[in-house]
Structures are given as C-alpha cells and as structure tokens.
C-alpha cells in the first residue's frame, strides 16, 4: 500500500514543471561550459591550462547545482500535499486504510527520492557529459561530499515547505520558506558571533527572536554553505556538535507537527 | 445481526452553524440504503465524519464496532466522492489499477479484477484512455470500477448517478444489486429518488441537519416515494 502511495508520488512529482525547467537550466549551463571550454581548448590554452579552468568551471556547476537543489526541494516541498489539497484528491487518498501520517510521510520521502535524484544526475551525469565531450578530467570528490551533506538538510526543506503550504498559497509559502533560510542564516551567524551562553544570558528582543529562529527552524542555509565548501576546498565555519543533532530533532518535530495538524484538519 | 455502521448521537458545528444535529442512524449488512434530502441537508457532512474526513463535536460513529477515527476502521470500506478526480495523466487502468492496490490486491489477481469490473460497467475499451481525455460520465464510471475493485464490505457512494446518462444509471443500478446480492452493503448518498426508489432497500431522510426518517422502501408503491418525501420535507421546514 505504502509502496503504490510512494510510486504514485514520485509519478506525480517527476511532472513537476520546477523539475522540467531546472533541468532544462541545468543543460543550457552545461552547454555553455562546455562550448566555452572548447573555445579555449582549441584557441588558446594548451591542455594543462585547460584542465585548470575547466576544473574551475566544472566547481562554479557543482556550486550552482547545490545553491539552487535546496529551492528545488522548497518549490517541490510546497506541491507535495497542497497540489491534493487544492484538486480535492486528497479526501480519496485519506479515505484508503492508512493513518494520515503515513500519506505524510510518503509524500514528504517521495519529494525527497525525486530531488535527490535531480541533485545526483545533475552533478554526476553533468559532471561525466562535461569531461566525456571536453576531454577535461573532473574531480567529483568535493562534489560527493557535498551530496551526503546536503541529504537530511533537504529532508528539513521539504518538511518546512509542506507546512507552510498547509496555510498559504504555494508561491507565498515558497518566497516564505526562502525569506526563513535568510533569518535563519542571519540569527544563526550572530549567535555563533557572540557565542550561544551569552545569547542565553543576556536576553532581549533580538536575542530571543534570533534563538527563536535559531533553535525552531533548520539550518538549511548553514548546511549548503558547509557542504559548498567542500566542492572548491574552502573554510567554512560550522559547529557539528551543535548541527547534527540539531537538524534530526528539528526534522522530526517538524514532520511529527505536519502529522498532528493533518490529522485534525477537516477534509 | 450487528449493524455495519452505527451513528450514535452525532452533532457537528461549522463555527456557530450547526450541521449535524444528534444523528442516529444505523445500517444492516447486506443491504442498500439511500441517504436523501434537500441541498444543504447535512448529507455530505454526515458522509465526511462517517469517512473520518471532519471532526464532529459529539457522538461516536461505529464502522463494524471500530471507532470511525481509527483508520482501520476503513479496511472494510470503500468510497466515491461527488465528483471523482484523480491524476489526470493516468489512464483508466492505471487508475483501477492504483484503487485496488491501495487495497493489497497485486499480480494476476489484480489484473482478473480490473478486466471483471471494466466489462462490468462497460468500459473495457476505455482501459488505455488518459483521464484528461475521459468525458464526465467515462471519469464518473472509472471511479465507480475503482471502488468496487476493493471487494470492500461496505461501499459508500456520494451521488453516484450524477453525470451518467441513462443507460449507464441502468448499468449502475444492476451492478449495486448484484454486489448486494454478493453480500455486500451499499450506503448512498443521492438526490435522484426516482432511481434509487427502485433497488434500494432502507431510506433515511435528512433536514437541517437531522435524520427526520427512517424507513423501508417496501411500504412505497412504484414512484410514490418521491412525493412522500416532498410532504415530509416540506412539513419539516
């Protein structure tokens, strides 16, 4: 049952237009890449020089690839539930013998299977076209790396964009579930500036609206940051001790409220 | 014999509206009941808390002895809303196929199923058409073969003749009779009298929110329901 729910998600989500058209982006930049490389290749650089800046090139791709998969999975996130919502699907699906959570579930781990997907075709078919047709030998290492990272932070961004499309309007919960990685970027970066003890001790309105942010929502931005680091070998600052544990709990409280309010809503 | 469906002092509220008043209503096995009344009636909010759709704000509903909350007490039961939409990039099988697998029917068996019911409501050679392309009637049959792919014990059907022309109605009627006669219980949710006069067995008649009757249409000569239930209805406005 769960596993007929499961295809009949990623069915409907490999339809997405989100999906259509960054992949289609995601051709036309590679095209570029590659013309300009050859461009290069064949008119000025000799093959050291090429290997450098296609190497360059194909970093600059992988760090556009993992900047624009966490808006992938917001745009997909906020369709998951509220697309069957909006058509009235959903009253016949939750009418089957399963309890609502596990509709959530599947449709919220559907979305995640297909942008994962999206992220590791886009990076690796990408990356293998790229050095097949320019003869460029590209270093995937940081770009794998970057992936595992990148795979619970964008669990916690599909979660939050299904929320939030629980109350609003798709295009307002997707600007929203944006504007929410800034904040949280921004709270999290002045916390860990003057340090989470001092945060805690000197309370006043800034402090407890950025520990608001700073506890209640995912660090999607902190995690795509960190994990960009390591596609072009950068320093990144990043509290694992605090990270790790924080992101597993918030993911589960987030699906386990998306869970108690689908519950109770009326269909 | 327990009743398959128990409805105990049911009431619900829409902010200051109140939708359902005290509903009690019961339904035997093996047998057919319309739940009619006039628009607004409170039909489809009893349907919904039935199906475990809304909340109600007291009583207690029973789906064979199960609390209607609990989702397994939807393993016996299968439902076609008013109007049935699905995906429309799914074709008619597609969508049979997705119904009884939500069930746990798989394989061979399935694939026996989908070809009994489609030659069944006549829509064999729809089987490879997408829904975008299926007519309101063709879209209205495919969700009636999805609900009776389940073999559930009890089928609820929201309107279920609405958007068929009369030659499918006939088609229906003959099939709900015959899954009556395989055991099944059918509840119906319906404004066309005239048909279900003619193969349901009980009645229960709605206003403003109450069963205001319940009966057997046995006691009805051919066509005199329908201005019994006017008289009604009117002296319960």
Partial sequence: ?267 | MDAILEVKDVSKFYGSFQALKSVNLSLKPNSIMALVGPNGAGKTSLLKSILGLVSFSSGEILINQIDCHDYNSRKSLAYLPEKFIFYDYYTVKGTISFFGQMYGLSGSELSEKIDAISSELGIKDLLNKKLSTCSKGQLQRTGIASVLISDSDTIFLDEPFSGLDPVAIKELKDTLIKYKNKGKTIFINSHILGEIEKFCDEYAIMNHGEIIEVGEFSKFQDGTFEDYFYNKVKANA
């Fill in chain 1, 1 to 267: 049952m769960l596993k007929t729910l499961l295809i009949n998600t990623l069915l409907k989500e490999a339809r997405s237009r989100s999906l259509l058209f960054l992949g289609i982006f995601n051709i036309i930049i590679l095209l570029v890449m590659v013309t300009v490389v050859k461009l290069l290749g064949e008119n000025t650089l000799a093959q050291e020089g090429l290997s450098v800046v296609g190497g360059g090139v194909m970093g600059i791709y992988f760090l556009v690839i993992n900047w624009w998969i966490t808006i992938l999975a917001y745009l997909l996130g906020t369709s998951a539930i509220a697309s069957d919502l909006r058509s009235g699907i959903v009253s016949q699906l939750v009418s089957f013998p399963i309890p609502r959570w596990q509709y959530i579930l599947v449709r919220i781990v559907g979305v995640w299977i297909i942008v994962l997907g999206f992220y590791f075709v886009s990076n690796f078919l990408g990356g293998f076209a790229f050095s097949v047709i320019t003869g460029v030998e590209v270093s995937f290492g940081g770009a794998i790396v970057a992936f595992l990272i990148n795979l619970l932070p964008l669990l916690a961004a599909i979660t939050l964009a299904v929320f939030l499309s629980l109350y609003i309007q798709r295009i307002f919960a997707f600007v929203l579930c944006s504007f929410l990685s800034v904040i949280v970027q921004i709270s999290t970066s002045g916390i860990t500036k003057i340090g989470l003890e001092r945060a805690l001790s000197e309370f006043d309105l800034y402090k407890s609206i950025g520990l608001f942010f700073h506890f209640l929502f995912p660090h999607v931005s902190v995690w795509s940051n960190y994990a960009s680091s390591f596609i072009f070998g950068s320093e990144a600052s990043f509290n694992s001790m605090f990270e790790v544990p924080h992101l597993v709990v918030i993911t589960m409280v987030w699906i386990g409220l998306i869970s108690f309010i689908f519950k109770k809503k009326e269909l």
